[in-house]
């Protein structure tokens, strides 16, 4: 068998900071000293980076950047969701590479916990090496998104078409393998009961509500 050459591994090393810089990136951006200008017309572009104001967002969608006055007539809080699963679809790819490439960033996802608090713009950041500040930030904007997403669940299954779901579901899927420890085989259970993917996830983060009482009444004790 022969050896991989000098110039295979310095590409896979060139790959591997090129896609850890996308993702530090997208982290730095939910930092509010970080945060880009909304655009008129959001793609790839996530909505849920900086803290939302009830003020500032659509009253049908919950996100920032437009207004819509109808659950039925609301091109806007569809693109907007759209934006966020644009987005997050470009993170899987990021950290699926990672996962494969970098020993690194593939140990910071295995040792990550995901907690309730998480969901949070409050909860607590963490120090640490890049990849483990990359993990727990994407994890915590993630349950953020999956938080909000259950909020809007009612308004987003007329809002969406079917195909839409279908992404919502798959994303959600191989980020809950990545980021939520393996979550995407009780998210498979439900689905295979006929629970929709906006409220499987929903009954996850529950499931993470619970978990972290458990631990607190352990800690009391």
């Known amino acids: 068998m022969t050896s991989p050459s000098p110039n295979s591994n310095n590409d896979t090393e060139g790959e591997v900071r090129r896609q850890l810089t996308a993702l530090l990136t997208a982290v730095r951006e939910m ?51 759209l934006s ?7 993170m899987v790819e990021h950290i699926r590479y990672l996962y494969a490439n970098s020993e690194r960033f593939k140990t910071a996802v295995n040792a990550s916990t995901a907690t309730y608090e998480m969901r949070l713009d409050s909860s607590a950041k963490i120090g640490g090496a890049m990849e483990e500040v990359v993990v727990h930030s994407l994890t915590r904007n993630y349950l953020k998104w999956q938080s ?3 909020g809007i669940r009612p308004k987003a299954v007329r809002i969406l078409m079917a195909g839409d ?29 006929g629970v929709d ?14 978990e972290s009482i458990s631990e607190e009444k352990v800690h009391a004790e």
């Not at 779901?165 to 009961?193: A, H, I």
């Not at 993917?197 to 499931?207: F, T, Y």
Request: hydrophobic share 35%; proline share 7%; aromatic share 8%.
């Open 31 to 81: 930092n509010p000293h970080g945060t880009k200008p909304i655009p008129t017309n959001p793609s790839h572009f996530n909505l849920l980076a900086r803290p939302l104001r009830s003020t500032t967002a659509c009253r049908i969608c919950n996100l920032p950047g437009h207004n819509s006055d109808s659950v039925d007539r609301s091109p806007m809080c569809r693109s907007a969701i």
């Open 84 to 90: 966020l699963i644009d987005f997050w679809e470009d």
């Open 148 to 150: 909000h997403s259950a």
């Open 165 to 193: 779901c279908g992404r919502y579901e798959r994303v959600t899927m191989t980020l809950n393998d990545f980021l939520l420890d393996g979550k995407t085989r009780e998210s498979f259970r439900l689905l295979e009961f």
């Open 197 to 210: 993917g906006c409220l499987a996830n929903w009954l996850l983060v529950s499931q993470l509500f619970e």
